[in-house]
């Protein structure tokens, strides 16, 4: 299961909505419904799950993205992003 995900392109200025499946020291998958460009770059935020009660803290971060694949036909894609900067 992944974590709410807002991700704002950075060439558009455009929000959307999907969910981080992955996240690794350097990248992370996320799933939505929105196609970005090769090598566009994103700021991300997702929101960690609540833990014992207390809201996670989101992590923040910008992004460029390195692979985008159809994961459910016109639906739902899965975007592979390099983590550039991010927000402690």
């Given at each position: 299961m992944g974590?709410?995900?807002?991700?704002?392109?950075?060439?558009?200025?455009?929000?959307?909505?999907?969910?981080?499946?992955?996240?690794?020291?350097?990248?992370?998958a996320l799933r939505s419904a929105f196609v970005p460009q090769f090598g566009e770059r994103l700021a991300v935020i997702v929101l960690a799950p609540a833990v014992g009660g207390?809201?996670?803290?989101?992590?923040?971060?910008?992004?460029?993205?390195?692979?985008?694949?159809?994961?459910?036909?016109?639906r739902i894609y899965e975007i592979g992003v390099r983590i550039l900067t991010r927000k402690s």
């Amino acid at each position: 299961m992944g974590c709410k995900a807002r991700i704002k392109s950075l060439n558009t200025g455009e929000t959307h909505y999907g969910e981080c499946v992955d996240l690794s020291v350097d990248g992370m998958a996320l799933r939505s419904a929105f196609v970005p460009q090769f090598g566009e770059r994103l700021a991300v935020i997702v929101l960690a799950p609540a833990v014992g009660g207390m809201p996670g803290k989101p992590f923040e971060a910008v992004v460029e993205v390195k692979r985008c694949n159809e994961v459910q036909r016109g639906r739902i894609y899965e975007i592979g992003v390099r983590i550039l900067t991010r927000k402690s």
